[in-house]
């Protein structure tokens, strides 16, 4: 129960909303009973200022720069933790025991391979199809190879599902990048580590087997880690809306897929990839420099500040120091792009332009270079943040499912069309 209310009054009404303190953050006031008492709704493009759920899972402070997972600082998991631990944390809500801990890696590294029919299904695909669109595909499809883990109501269904799609989204992942470039599938291995596995299926070839280097699979580990869920996003908020119609659990993560394709959601390391391609040699940095500065020039330094952290972004202090870690291991000497990338970075940390502004180099400034010093395409930037991201849309999604107070999401609309008007015949118009 709330116990304090909100006053709203308009004309000659007045409605008492109540008012809940979440255990962090600011108060929220429940407008849910609105429309019923005043006849009136409430108009929030973007749903920016409307809390649609209760969770438990994340928590932001964009203001502070603070992210936690279940409680648990983002940079402390990142530099203590591994991904698979993180899935167990925002799976159930606690760190795991090192016996809870080695069950679950077991099980979800033995759920890594695909139905054998899904290599003929991606081979359906045109020869030049983007990853993301096989990615959406295929995980789509697994509602019709994996068809016994649907039923939303059987609670060991929903947990085989979360399972499947945790353990085997790296696998359709490397599945589309080998299909976009024209090489053979490569299969998991069950003696390699999460990263480990996913960097193995993408570079391996029959010819020549590929282990990356340990800094290669703890950075890439990390990627995961730092993407695992960040509350209620626009990818996010598409599986929950979808999950609120009782679609099956696939349909479901492949809208959040669908959603996390825009470019304004997760291009975001692609763009700051490109936009160093755009730079091309360190000496042009001056320049792109002043143009950042100049309010008139419609460039902007791509990877720098953050539209929800207004201080700095949690999760860049540990990626810095991975891409550090990776670049010292790979050198950038016959690289231009991380060249450059490495004096953006310094040219943007010593300018007080950037620094009075708070723009830092964020998590995907930092994702892409490494990303790129792996040897990925940009192409495949988007749906390796799909198979980190997958873990936060299952976990909002068994969340969402436990709720008594969902229902299914029907936003309202600020009407500004035509009010009712006759039908004139063809002939008369």
Known sequence: MADKTAKLSWDDNTVELPIHSPTAGPDVIDISKLYAQGDVFTYDPGFTSTASCESTITYIDGEEGVLLHRGYPIQQLAEKSSYLEVCYLLLYGDLPTAAELEKFVHDVTHHTMLHEQMYNFTRGFRRDAPPMAIMVGMVGAMSAFYHDSTDITDPWQREVAAFRMIAKMPTIAAVAYKYSIGQPFVYPRNDCDYATNFLRM?????????????????????????????????????????????????????????????????????????????????????????????????????????????????????????????????????????????????????????????????????????????????????????????????????????????????????YMGATERDYVEVEDR
């Open 202 to 414: 993408c570079f391996s070839l029959p010819a020549e087997d590929y282990m990356p280097n340990p800094i290669l699979s703890r950075a890439m580990d990390r990627i995961f880690t730092l993407h695992a869920d960040h509350e209620q996003n626009a990818s996010t908020s598409t599986v929950r809306l979808a999950s609120s119609s009782g679609a099956n659990p696939f349909a479901c993560i492949a809208a959040g897929i669908a959603c996390l394709w825009g470019p304004a959601h997760g291009g975001a390391n692609k763009a700051a990839l490109e936009m160093l391609e755009e730079i091309g040699t360190p000496d042009r940095i001056p320049e792109y420099i002043a143009r950042a500065k100049d309010k008139d020039d419609p460039f902007r330094l791509m990877g720098f500040g953050h539209r929800v952290y207004k201080n700095f972004d949690p999760r860049a202090v540990v990626m810095k120091q991975s891409a550090d870690e990776v670049l010292d291991l790979l050198g950038i000497e016959d690289n231009p792009i991380l060249q450059v990338a490495k004096e953006l970075e310094k040219a943007a940390l010593d300018d007080p332009y950037f620094a009075d502004r708070k723009l830092f180099p964020n998590v995907d400034f930092y994702s892409g270079i490494i990303l790129n010093a792996m040897g990925f395409p940009t192409s495949m930037f988007t749906p390796i943040f799909a198979v980190s991201r997958t873990v936060g849309w299952v976990s909002q999604w068994k969340e969402m499912l436990m709720d008594p107070k969902q229902k299914i999401g029907r936003p309202r609309q600020l």
